[in-house]
């Protein structure tokens, strides 16, 4: 079992910058492969980045590509989201989620993940 909790979302002009954090508890966060996810209203759930357990691997969404970056601190019990040239359609609640696996596992789908945070809102607008 792990709770995560995330934070650092807000309002953000476009072409800024913001920083999402996950954070855990419970069991130990290296074990598990972590993902973050976007909804915006009256959309379905997309993926966004993931990284796996040691950090080895990490698939992003072609829409983030080369803008987004995900890292991950085993020992501080964190994976970071950093989003840099934010644009209106990055707009939406960003989850983390989290799903133990293989050391090089860092699934793309939502189905794939058994732990959710409560999401943190991120709005990009002038």
């Known amino acids: 079992q792990v709770q995560l909790v995330e934070s650092g979302g807000g309002l953000v002009q476009p072409g800024g910058s913001l920083r999402l954090s996950c954070g855990a508890s419970?069991?130990?966060?290296?074990?598990?492969?972590v993902g973050w996810f976007r909804q915006a209203p009256g959309k379905e759930r997309e993926f966004v980045a993931a990284?796996?357990?040691?950090?080895?691997?990490?698939p992003y969404a072609d829409s983030v590509k080369g803008r987004f970056t995900i890292s991950r601190d085993n020992a501080k019990n964190t994976v970071d989201l950093q989003m840099n040239s934010l644009q209106p359609e990055d707009t939406g609640v960003y989850y983390c989620?989290?799903?133990?696996?293989?050391?090089?596992?860092?699934?793309?789908?939502?189905?794939?993940?058994?732990?959710w945070g409560q999401g943190t809102q991120v709005t990009v607008s002038s």
């Open positions: 989620s989290a799903t133990q696996g293989a050391i090089y596992y860092a699934p793309t789908g939502p189905h794939q993940y058994d732990y």
């Open positions: 419970g069991r130990t966060f290296g074990y598990f492969a």
């Open positions: 990284i796996s357990r040691g950090g080895g691997t990490t």
